[in-house]
């Protein structure tokens, strides 16, 4: 997907992935941002549970206006049916990389 266009995102880098989705870094050409976009596994896009649940994930975190959460701008689709999420980017270390280096204690 890197160096493709989604909409008015063109892919710049893959960030990570799971099991609900992958994540890339891409720029939103329209404002001119960073953006992070999920998308969830084109798999799981046949999977009407799966699609479901992503829909709720993107409408609980689009409620959710905190400064410890990262803010979601919207939800979409490509012309192939793929959701994707589009959410603020930050820049630093993963929360895995934190924990591996002892950052974070109970």
């Given amino acids: 997907m890197i160096g493709q266009n989604i909409s008015h995102y063109k892919i710049v880098e893959k960030l990570g992935g799971g099991g609900m989705g ?3 870094k891409a720029e939103d050409t329209r404002l001119k941002r960073t953006v992070a976009l999920k ?8 999977d ?9 994930e993107a409408k609980a975190a ?4 905190h400064n410890n959460i990262c803010t979601f701008h919207d939800i979409d689709e490509t012309t192939d049916n793929q959701l994707f999420i589009i959410r ?4 630093g ?5 934190q924990i591996e280096r002892g950052l974070l204690v109970e």
Avoid: G, I, S, W
Wanted: some cysteine; overall charge negative.
């Fill in 39 to 46: 998308f969830l596994p084109p798999d799981l896009t046949r």
């Fill in 62 to 65: 689009l409620a959710l206006q």
């Fill in 48 to 56: 009407e549970e799966a699609k479901t649940r992503f829909v709720h």
């Fill in 88 to 91: 603020d980017c930050y820049e």
């Fill in 22 to 24: 992958v994540v890339y």
């Fill in 93 to 97: 270390e993963t929360l895995k990389q």
